[in-house]
């Protein structure tokens, strides 16, 4: 039967596009619907900051008036103003296994972002490089963690049949070894000697302050990377009231040099842990049941998201300890609350000194994305 294409304006009906998820993952173990509301206001334009700086539209795909699929196409400005490189996104490109299916939410894609003069087309982005990125190729045993995609195994391979090729592959790592090793136990005692240098804890009473460091640190420490973009002001506030149910801590801390931020690690008790037998729905307990999970029980599993140090001290000899210094509080800080394990995700494959830091610290690639792209 021929396959009907629908598109949706973002915020006017969101219920096709994300139930199109539940019926693509309906048989897949590991998959962790997210939670509707969640996905609903990032698919709204007055509650998610992304539509004051890009453009979105949603498509999803019927065969027989069955949903068989769904795909986003976003223009995403401050990305082309850092970048000048002609990109516009796709997303949420989930799909049965299904060629025909998969060609025609690609070329929907295609045809508006051609319109509004795109010259590539680049993705998954969900919606934008600071939310989840890629189709998942290796580590489909696992679920998911927060914030972080999740694909079919067939997924890849229609996104190649269809005619994307690489753009890049991007890694996640396992840390699990307590074991950690000493001359990265050295650098975090020789750092931890020096009177100047402070490695504090996120103050949530100040909540909106240490995210406008967080945003500082972010901006400079990512500044000119693959696919990066400044986190906006209205952005970084908009985390900061989510982050606010979710931050321990114990794990997410600053780091300063004389009182000056010098650098960020931000890791996260995994949300899609405690979310995962929910079915998306908060409603009528899961709100309890979420929130007793994150906040008393705590997951096993943690997300580091980020761990970064501005130019001017890594370049500064002194302070040449102060990444490994930052892993391994990191690393005494998760398994000292109980947490057994952490995901560090994700990092570009040829990104070779932030890769070599995290193998030398003990951990192992588990999962790998790919980003593809097709001229247009």
């Known amino acids: 039967m021929s396959v009907e294409i629908r598109q949706h304006s973002p915020g006017r009906d969101n219920s096709a596009f994300i139930q199109a998820g539940h019926e693509v993952f309906r048989s897949d173990p590991t998959w962790v619907p997210p939670l509707h509301f969640d996905l609903d206001a990032r698919l709204t334009p007055n509650k998610n900051p992304f539509f004051k700086r890009g453009e979105v ?23 082309l103003r850092v970048h000048r490189d002609g990109s516009g996104f796709f997303g949420f490109f989930d799909t049965i296994d299904d060629l025909e299916v998969a060609t025609h939410l690609l070329q929907s894609a295609e045809g508006w972002l051609r319109a509004r003069g795109a010259t590539r087309m680049m993705g998954p982005f969900s919606l934008y490089a600071n939310e989840e990125v890629g189709v998942l190729i290796e580590g489909f045993e696992y679920p998911p963690m927060m914030m972080m ?42 750092v931890k000697k020096m009177p100047e240098v402070a490695l504090r804890s ?10 406008q460091i967080i945003q500082e640190v972010y901006n400079d420490a990512w500044n000119g990377k693959w696919a990066y973009v400044p986190a906006l002001p209205d952005e970084v506030k908009k985390t900061a009231e989510d982050l606010k149910l ?19 690690c931000i ?14 729905k908060l409603l009528p307990f899961g709100f309890a049941k979420a929130l007793y999970r994150l906040k008393w029980k705590h997951p096993a599993t943690s997300r580091l998201m980020m761990l970064g140090i501005r130019e001017k001290f890594r370049k500064q000899r002194r302070y040449g300890g102060l990444s490994a210094a930052m892993y391994v ?14 995901e560090l995700s994700w990092t570009r494959e040829d990104d070779a000194p932030i890769n070599l830091g995290i193998k030398m610290m003990g951990a192992r690639v588990y999962k790998r994305y790919r980003v593809y792209q097709k001229p247009l």
């Open 57 to 79: 539209t949603l498509f999803t795909a019927w065969r027989d008036d069955q949903l068989v699929g769904r795909i986003s196409a976003q223009i995403d400005h401050e990305h």
């Open 149 to 190: 995609s999740h694909s079919r195994p067939y997924q890849g391979a229609l996104c190649e049949a269809a005619g994307l090729v690489k753009e890049k592959d991007l890694l996640a790592w396992r840390f699990d070894d307590p074991e950690l090793p000493p001359r990265a136990v050295r650098a975090w005692e020789e």
């Open 202 to 211: 996120l103050n949530l009473k100040q909540i909106d302050r240490e995210m």
């Open 246 to 264: 979710i931050v321990d801590t114990d794990i997410a801390f600053v780091a300063e040099v004389n009182g000056e931020p010098a650098g960020m």
């Open 267 to 280: 890791m996260l008790p995994n949300l899609n842990e405690a979310i995962a037998d929910l079915g998306g």
């Open 329 to 342: 509080e990191t690393a005494r800080r998760g398994f000292a609350k109980g947490y057994k394990w952490a």
